[in-house]
């Protein structure tokens, strides 16, 4: 199987080095930058298969080479997967909202960050679509098509937008989104949704999903998942 290109960009050169070593013993075919300039210039001249990006760089720093990627046609489409440290909730949710697709904290396992890296490349290659497909998780069921959800094969009441909003969590298992990335998500039809009636909205899930509500996770300053 041919084994993608990761650009590791990151200016602490033993934490690049771990990376490195991880990633290449997977298979992957590893190539690294120290600085933001440096990145921004190797993904021009050979875009990679996805990028893992520290945040905190000197000069251009990674929220920066983030946003200059996403916006080039050509390298918009290029996964991002952000390195970032303690206190940076507020960066991660700019990240996020620029189109990064995943964070990690540091410190990290190298493990860690392998199956986030499989995640978003397999995210990625199938296309994020199949938005009509039952889902289950545990003793939840979503049947988009029906507009159904179950829980315990007992069914839900649930207003149109807790079920955009709870579908959209679901069908992405395990990634954070931000308030806005929901609002975005599920706007329109009825009401406008606003960030803090995200807030709103979750609460109403939890409460009717039961138990299975706990699944909704709450990621303190950045937004919230569904976890796996
Ligand atoms: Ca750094």
């Not at 875009?47 to 251009?60: A, C």
């Not at 990625?124 to 998780?137: C, L, M, T």
Request: glycine letters at 10%.
């Amino acid at each position: 199987m041919a084994k993608e290109h990761i650009l590791v960009v990151e200016d602490e050169e033993d934490i690049l080095e771990l990376v490195r070593y991880n990633l290449a013993k997977e298979g992957y075919r590893v190539g690294g930058a120290i600085s933001g300039e440096e990145a921004l210039a190797k993904v021009k001249a050979e875009p990679p298969d996805l990028v893992v990006l520290d945040l905190m760089l000197p000069g251009v720093d990674g929220l920066e080479v983030c946003r200059r990627l996403k916006a080039d046609a050509a390298l918009s489409q290029v996964p991002v997967i952000m390195l970032t440290a303690k206190g940076e909730e507020a960066d991660i949710v700019t990240g996020l909202e620029l189109g990064a697709d995943d964070y990690i904290t540091k410190p990290f396992s190298p493990r860690v960050l392998i199956a986030r890296i499989r995640a978003v490349l397999r995210r990625k290659a199938e296309g994020g679509g199949e938005q009509d497909a039952p889902i289950h998780a545990g003793n939840l069921h979503i049947h988009p098509g029906r507009h159904e959800v179950l829980v315990g094969g007992e069914p839900v009441d649930l207003t149109a937008t807790e079920f955009r909003v709870l579908h959209y969590l679901v069908r992405n298992p395990g990634w954070v989104f931000t308030r806005y990335q929901i609002v975005d998500a599920v706007h329109g039809e009825d009401y406008p949704v606003t960030d803090r009636s995200v807030d709103v909205q979750i609460f109403g899930l939890r409460k009717k999903l039961g138990p299975a509500g706990k699944q909704i996770e709450t990621v303190r300053g950045v937004g919230y998942r569904f976890k796996e």
